[in-house]
Structure formats: C-alpha cells, structure tokens
Nanobody, 119 residues
Framework: QVQLVESGGGLVQAGGSLRLSCAAS????????MGWYRQAPGKQRELVAR???????NYADSVKGRFAISRDNAKNTLYLQMNSLKPEDTAVYLC?????????????WGQGTQVTVSS
C-alpha cells in the first residue's frame, strides 16, 4: 500500500502562485506514472500534469506555460508549481501514482488539497 499526502493548497488572488507537494510513503522510482488531477464542482476530473517512467511529461492545454511538474526522488516527493493562476484553476487537486500497467495497474490517490483563486 502507498500513501500520498498533498500539501500547499490555499487561497490566492488571480495572477498569483502556489506550489503543491505530494509526499509518497515509499520510493517513487517504482511508479509507472505520477501526476496531478483536479476536480472542480460540477466538472469532470481533469488530468493537469504527469510524469511517466520514461521521463515524459504531459500537461493539460489549459495549464501549459503556467504550471510545471517536478519531482525530488530523494524525498519521494512530487511537486506542481502553479503560476499565473486564474479563477478557473479553482479545484481540489489530487496527486496520483500508477503502479504497473495495463489490466493489472494499481492506482493510488492522495486526499486532495483545495486551491481557490479569487478574481
């Protein structure tokens, strides 16, 4: 079992920045992918950014150029630097990790951290 604990959310004005952290209970090397989703009220869960095991990063079009995903392997921690925040970025941000692939893949989720951007 893997525990993922997010932190860093909060209330910020439009144009501001926040950095989210996701601390894993064990090495993140073993994960096939790791990243961030967000869930806004009344909307579908959206993939924001992710790392894959081959080093590829992917971003939602809505956050390209504003958000940056990074990781510290020594600390088993994933980060999401969010700049130039907009009110439409308001959501609960959830860290996830994928172990394995295909039909046998396992997914782990954090509890989420609220990000609220005021206009």
């Amino acid at each position: 079992q893997v525990q993922l604990v997010e932190s860093g959310g909060g209330l910020v004005q439009a144009g501001g920045s926040l950095r989210l952290s996701c601390a894993a209970s064990r090495s993140i090397f073993s994960f096939n992918a790791m990243g961030w989703y967000r869930q806004a009220p009344g909307k579908q869960r959206e993939l924001v950014a992710r790392f894959t095991s081959d080093g590829t990063t992917n971003y939602a079009d809505s956050v390209k150029g504003r958000f940056a995903i990074s990781r510290d392997n020594a600390k088993n921690t994933l980060y999401l630097q969010m700049n130039s925040l907009k009110p439409e970025d308001t959501a609960v941000y959830l860290c996830y990790a994928e172990e394995g692939s295909g039909w046998s893949a396992k997914y782990y989720w954090g509890q989420g951290t609220q990000v609220t951007v005021s206009s």
